[in-house]
């Protein structure tokens, strides 16, 4: 009898690890103390004259909390985000108030420049290649129209 009551408080303690684990695993990838909304990631870009002068590539997305924030980009000038990085750029800090917001990278390109970009957002999973071309794609960043004029 003691030998079944051994046996049976191992496999419940199995099951216990188990639980632990995935639980610690959805924690590390919701990013624990993070309040970016992952789903709402847009890869887009910013005219020029919305929020820089000229044309850059940019990402959207949803804070739901006041949050930290911690993105980068690493650009490529060729297709397929492989090879060695030609820029790469971060953004962090805080957000206080939950809203919509861009995080833009510092590159300047020509009109027509082809290039590829990865966003690294902590606390989302790994993000996908992203090919662009300035002037042409991908989409105007959601609520950017080119105005002329830099915001004040």
Not at 58 to 75: D, G, H, L
Not at 104 to 109: A, K, L, N, W
Not at 123 to 144: N, R
Request: aromatic content about 12%; charged content about 20%.
């Amino acid at each position: 009898m003691v030998g079944r009551s051994f046996d049976r408080g191992i496999v419940i303690m199995k099951k216990l690890l188990a639980v632990a684990a995935a639980l610690f695993t959805l924690h590390s990838w919701a990013g624990s103390d993070s309040f970016i909304d992952c789903e709402s990631l847009v890869y887009c870009r910013a005219p020029a004259g919305t929020l820089r002068a000229y044309e850059t590539t940019a990402i959207f997305f949803t804070t739901t909390a006041p949050t930290p924030y911690n993105i980068s980009a690493q650009i490529w000038s060729e297709s397929a985000c492989k090879g060695d990085v030609d820029h790469t750029c971060e953004g962090s800090g805080f957000i206080a108030t939950p809203g919509e917001y861009y995080l833009i990278s510092d590159v300047e390109r020509p009109e027509g420049w082809a290039y590829s970009v990865q966003w690294a957002v902590e606390g989302c999973p790994e993000q996908p290649c992203i090919y662009g071309t300035i002037g042409d794609a991908p989409d105007i960043c959601k609520g950017l129209e080119a105005t002329g004029a830099l915001p004040q």
